[in-house]
């Protein structure tokens, strides 16, 4: 059974940092491409950073250059290192782990970010 748990999440002020966990079970996590997703109140999910398998990664525009997603496929885990951290910024990040044929998806960690 396939289980994603974040853990990282809380409340920061306006320019501060925030490290997001994942840690994966149940999977080949080496052989899996890693994400993280956020979602604000009334806004759709969206891609914040994602990492292929051998860990080439892409960012959304907004966060590029203050965001970093990182893997450790010795320990099973996708990391979010999130500095200068913007309200805009506020949202549940969702971690997801997908191989082509199939994912799944963490069940959320709420980053609330103040001015």
């Known amino acids: 059974q396939v289980q994603l748990v974040e853990s990282g999440g809380g409340l920061v002020q306006l320019g501060g940092s925030l490290r997001l966990s994942c840690a994966a079970s149940?999977?080949?996590?080496?052989?899996?491409?890693v994400a993280w997703y956020r979602q604000a109140p009334g806004k759709s999910r969206e891609l914040v950073a994602s990492?292929?398998?051998?860990?080439?990664?892409n960012y959304h525009p907004s966060v590029k250059g203050r965001f970093t997603i990182s893997r450790d496929n010795a320990k099973n885990t996708v990391y979010l290192q999130m500095n200068s951290l913007k309200p805009e910024d506020t949202a549940v990040y969702y971690c997801?782990?997908?191989?082509?044929?199939?994912?799944?998806w963490g069940q959320g960690t709420q980053v609330t970010v103040s001015s």
């Open positions: 997801y782990a997908g191989n082509g044929a199939t994912g799944s």
């Open positions: 149940g999977i080949i996590f080496r052989s899996y491409a």
């Open positions: 990492a292929d398998s051998s860990a080439s990664t």
